[in-house]
Structure formats: C-alpha cells, structure tokens
T-cell receptor, first 112, second 115 residues
Framework: DQQVKQNSPSLSVQEGRISILNCDYT??????FLWYKKYPAEGPTFLIS?????DKNEDGRFTVFLNKSAKHLSLHIVPSQPGDSAVYFC???????????FGTGTRLTVIP | EPEVTQTPSHQVTQMGQEVILRCVPI?????FYWYRQILGQKVEFLVS????????KSEIFDDQFSVERPDGSNFTLKIRSTKLEDSAMYFC?????????????FGPGTRLTVL
C-alpha cells in the first residue's frame, strides 16, 4: 500500500548546491504534507509542511513545492550543508486525521 | 527543549512473549501515537490516543496490540504475544492538538528484536 512514494533511495549533493528531494502520492484525499528529517538513532524531526491550498511554503533554506494535479511534492534545500546529511521522509495526512502516511525515505549526503 | 523519551532503547524478546514499550510524551501534549518502522521499510502508523481512548488505528494494530496511559506521564504499547515479524523500530510521538496541523514530535524509538 504505497500511498506515498519516494522513488530515490539516496541522493548525493555537493555542499553549497541545491538538494531536491521528490515525493509522489496516490491518495487524492491527502490535504496536508510534511517533510521529516531523521538522523541515525533518533526519531524523525519535523522540518516543514504545506497545506493543499498552497503550492509553496518556505522556511529559511527549505522550500516545499506542491503540484496537486501531478500529486507530487518536492523539498528544496539551498544551499545544502554537510549537517543536512540525513534521511528525509515525506508524509501526508487526510481530512485532519492524525495518522501520517510516510514514504520510504531518501538518504541525502552532502559532500563537503 | 521538551522532548519525547522512550524506554528501553533496545528490547530483545523470545517469540510468544509479551513486551511493553514505554514512552513519556511532552507534558502539555494531548495526543499520543505509536508508529513502527520495519528495517528498510517505511514508517507506518499504528495508533493514536486521546482522552484515554484510541482515536484512530491502522490495520496493523490488531488484537495483539494495546495501548495505555497508566498515569499522568507514561504512554505504553503492549504486544501480547510477539511474532518474528514484530521486529521493528517503534516510535512514539505526541502533539498538542488533533489535526495534522499540529506537529507530531517523535521519540528516538525502541528497537524490538523478536527471536
């Protein structure tokens, strides 16, 4: 039941460049999307979110874009820093429900 | 900064045994959750809990699972008769409010190994 998909298991980017992490979803009822970052031996940490009424949300170096017609969202990190190296999970929820549906994650490595 | 804590960090048990995983949510949060992540797979929602009762649960959360808030601080997940496929990382989370728009704060997880 892959309602949220992250098709790239890993991504390597040079420090200072842009990192683009992608996420696709299949459930048209999803109306809220989140990105979580996870370091080893820690739980997921909330990064940024976006409601389906928007197509862009920005927070410092992090921007999330939502394309509802394509059921696609992406996370842009500019500029990428070595400390950004982690696993990034896309998550979605529907109708104000609390249960989050997660993707399988993308491991980002930022090379100094 | 307040955080969600979980104990133990690693639990090893024999198949068929009962385990209790413990969590201390952030003190002013009202909603509590359990998620699990089988190695190499996605994080999956198990259950949400509010006002001393289950708010939502997934298909995974069958009769072998139960949750409880035995006192004012702890939130527990009990697996009655563990199976090999229960081996996973179990994450507890909490949030101030119900809707998605309230950030869920995750604990560091308990790695459960069923032998």
């Amino acid at each position: 039941d892959q309602q949220v998909k992250q098709n790239s298991p890993s991504l390597s980017v040079q420090e200072g460049r842009i990192s683009i992490l992608n996420c696709d979803y299949t459930n048209s009822m999803f109306d809220y999307f989140l990105w979580y970052k996870k370091y080893p031996a820690e739980g997921p940490t909330f990064l940024i979110s976006i409601s389906s009424i928007k197509d862009k949300n920005e927070d410092g170096r992090f921007t999330v874009f939502l394309n509802k017609s394509a059921k696609h969202l992406s996370l842009h990190i500019v500029p990428s820093q070595p400390g950004d190296s982690a696993v990034y999970f896309c998550a979605a929820s529907a109708g104000g429900a609390n249960n989050l549906f997660f993707g399988t994650g993308t491991r980002l490595t930022v090379i100094p | 900064e307040p955080e969600v804590t979980q104990t133990p960090s690693h639990q090893v048990t024999q198949m068929g045994q009962e385990v209790i995983l413990r969590c201390v949510p952030i003190s002013n949060h009202l909603y509590f959750y359990w998620y699990r992540q089988i190695l190499g797979q996605k994080v999956e929602f198990l259950v949400s809990f509010y006002n001393n009762e289950i708010s939502e649960k997934s298909e995974i959360f069958d009769d072998q699972f139960s949750v409880e808030r035995p006192d004012g601080s702890n939130f527990t997940l009990k697996i009655r008769s563990t199976k090999l496929e229960d081996s996973a990382m179990y994450f507890c989370a909490s949030s101030k409010g119900r809707a998605s728009y309230n950030e869920q704060f995750f604990g560091p997880g308990t790695r459960l190994t069923v032998l």
